[in-house]
């Protein structure tokens, strides 16, 4: 008796290649993941004036250079409306493109292949454990559990990429408290862009005072000290623990040239929006 042979299944070009497209991804996503995990967890944190880090190496080198030849599209941005990021006729210092299902789905070709990659790798549950774990001290105290538990803090990260031009800036703010964990990396090509890191403040109790005064209208000083800048050096970042005291900001940048970077939040309810 005659069998007859099963009909071969042949992949059609643009099956094919979304299929290609998808791997490539899928690898990209792998790399970042293994990379950061290693790196996090090579990464000591520091706990004054508030659990933070800051780490140099973020992604594989290789990664890194494609990430400066791929940005996304700039028709793709859109600008960020908050009153210290707003210029006189409207327009904004700040874009951002959210990097959501329907964002991703725009990009084409290798922009989408590689951004589809680095979100996954960025968002995968091992980088977020090994993040959570490296900021250990003030996840543990803001959410009242042993540090072998802050692993598994829930959390869930939305990520974006943002372009900075000249004229914005951010006073000292904490984040709100939806947000858990801020992480920001760093994208320039080269040094030259060292000095427009972002800063993290303290403020003592000569400061609360100065602080409360100017909200008034009664006083001139922020009541803020710097305490450090973080480099803005190429494939870098950092990342910190939102609380009652996690001030940072940025004082006002100048100059012709963009400053790129990603923005990745932890925030614990899945459906906040993230600039959409």
């Not at 790196?39 to 290789?62: C, G, I, K, M, W």
């Not at 589809?116 to 454990?129: F, L, N, S």
């Not at 829930?154 to 800036?169: I, N, V």
């Amino acid at each position: 008796m005659q069998t007859t042979p099963e009909a071969e299944v042949v992949e059609t070009p643009v099956e094919a290649s979304v299929n290609n497209s998808e791997k490539a991804s899928a690898d990209i996503a792998q790399a970042v993941r293994d990379h950061l995990v290693s790196r996090l967890r090579e990464t000591v944190a520091q706990d004054q004036p508030f659990s933070h880090l800051y780490l140099e190496n973020f992604f594989p080198d290789s990664v890194y250079q494609r990430i400066l030849a791929c940005p996304p599209p700039a028709e793709y941005f859109k600008g960020l409306n908050h009153k210290e990021a707003m210029r006189s006729d409207g327009s904004s210092t700040r874009q951002v493109l959210p990097f959501n299902p329907g964002n991703l789905e725009r990009l084409e070709g290798e922009v989408q292949t590689l951004w589809r990659g680095i979100a996954e790798g960025m968002q995968a549950p091992e980088v977020k454990q090994a993040l959570f774990e490296c900021l250990g001290t003030d996840l543990a105290s803001r959410f009242k559990v042993p540090a072998n538990a802050v692993p598994d803090i829930e959390a869930h990260p939305k990520t974006g990429y943002f372009c900075d031009h000249s004229g914005y800036q951010i006073s000292p703010h904490r984040d709100v408290a939806r947000k858990i964990v801020t992480m920001q990396v760093y994208l320039p090509a080269d040094r030259s862009q060292e000095s427009m890191g972002t800063s993290l403040y303290e403020r003592g109790i000569i400061g609360r005072l100065q602080y409360e005064l100017r909200k008034l209208g009664l006083g001139k000083k922020s009541g803020f000290r710097e305490v450090k800048r973080f480099p803005f050096v190429p494939n870098s970042a950092y990342a910190f623990v939102v609380g009652k005291h996690s001030w940072h900001g940025r004082p006002e940048i100048h100059g012709e040239s963009e400053r790129r970077s990603l923005m990745q939040i932890y925030y614990a309810n899945p459906s906040e929006p993230f600039y959409d």
